[in-house]
DNA sequence: ACAGGCATGTAAATAGTTACATGATTCG
DNA sequence: CGAATCATGTAACTATTTACATGCCTGT
């Protein structure tokens, strides 16, 4: 069994209980896993075809009234790959996150212009923090638990980082030294 | 002014204040900005070589002994280019967190599989969190307070992960029901 | 009639990692 | 002498985004 592609599990991951489109399972992934694990139309459409190909998914044509369609039902095969991979220890913890970079280089900066990043960084994390917030009830209603759990771990994360922000941003005025020639 | 490559700042950033070698580029991002934006010889290398083009760094000829060595000095085209960076709102906030994913597809396994994951993601936060600690005394006798302060976000953000992921494996042993059929 | 959403896809560009190749120097 | 580290670089691959193209269906 080769091995698949990243974006693979995130797909058969989707389609797991209920068969979806290609444009569904992107829809998905923008309302959900997006925050930490995107996927683009260009992943998702030729992956669709490769794991119908290794007989992981399934394609059936389901059109909506006269507009074609094909929804893709994960296989037996289909499954036991995922759950292989979810017994898998997660190898992936990737950041990339300009505004610590830009933190990490600020004393270039003169002090009120640097604080302007952590400022810049917490309303960031409020935004998104509002937008999970917003996602909330719909994840609480469903039948399984762990998009929920892990939405409230999001939740968590964003008050966790804007209020450190907000910390930064007073110890950046209040303690930090100006430099002699910045 | 074309825009650079997301890469190319890191070397404007760390070759600011004194010049550097690729390799010693290379060994100061690993040691410091590698959690929230890494980069590779791959990348390191020819971004030297457009940079210089560019005139924004200047390659100067300092062999160690016989060892031919090239470090690279930032120009004051180079310094207004990253301090212009500095002053934008960051662009780039990603995460791809591979345990928050199959967190998220956890009902597909039995809850006694399904801990696993937190407890795996425990066991990365708090060696990450070590990592830093081990860290931080170099970054505290510095001059510069920036490096130090993100390094100590880091170290808050890993322990505020490794507790969550702590209270999760609680919640979901007891909270969380297990499923007619998994 | 037109806008907006549904639906599928690809091409091109950009980004980034990994592995490899080469060779010098330093330290034990 | 051999291993580790310093040092520079490239080729191949993998991953991912962005933009574009196409066209149908639904509601106003």
Redesign the interface.
Known sequence: MEVLS?TA??IL?MV?GEPRSGYEIKAMVDE??R????ASYGQIYPELKRLSEAGLLAGVDSPTGGRKRTVYEITADG?EE??A???Q?????????????????????PRE??V??VR??RA?RLA?NAQLRAMEPFAAEKD????L??LR?GL??TE??AD?CRR?EE??LAA??EKRSS
């Open positions: 990243p599990y995130v991951g797991r959900t896993t925050f930490f694990w995107a499954e995922l759950k991979w979810l017994r220890p997660p190898q992936t913890y990737e950041m990339r996150e300009e505004g610590l970079l830009k933190l990490f280089f600020a004393d270039a900066l212009e640097a302007e990043i810049s960084m960031h998104a399984d638990p762990f998009p759990l892990v771990g968590e994360f966790w980082f450190w930064m110890q950046i930090v030294p």
